[in-house]
């Protein structure tokens, strides 16, 4: 990771990817958390174990905003390889409650 992430929420979602710690990833999220791909919602599990712990997702922070709550980064696995995208966070009570990611100009 070359950017520095302020929000340890994102911080620890960031980390477990990297790690394809499954276990830790779903601890840094609200039970209820949700997420949309490219502007689509998708079912949070089934798109993390598909895009991030079934192709050995990783994601290489670039730029850092909102205080740590929108990324820009490479992220890759082994389907679609490297790709630039964004993520923007929503953090209720120290866990991510909402992500929502997409490709990036």
């Not at 999220?29 to 798109?47: I, Y």
């Not at 895009?51 to 992220?75: P, S």
């Amino acid at each position: 990771m070359t950017a520095t992430i302020e929000d340890p929420a994102v911080a620890a979602f960031v980390k477990a990817v990297n790690s394809g710690n499954r276990e830790a990833f779903f601890a840094a999220l609200t039970d209820d958390a949700t997420m949309a791909d490219d502007g689509t919602e998708r079912d949070l599990t089934a798109w993390a174990d598909r895009e991030i712990f079934g192709a050995k997702g990783h994601l290489e922070v670039e730029e850092v905003t909102d205080g740590g709550r929108n990324l820009t980064a490479t992220y890759s696995n082994s389907v679609w390889g490297g790709l630039r995208t964004r993520w923007t966070f929503s953090v209720t009570d120290g866990r991510v409650s909402r992500f929502v990611t997409g490709q990036s100009a």
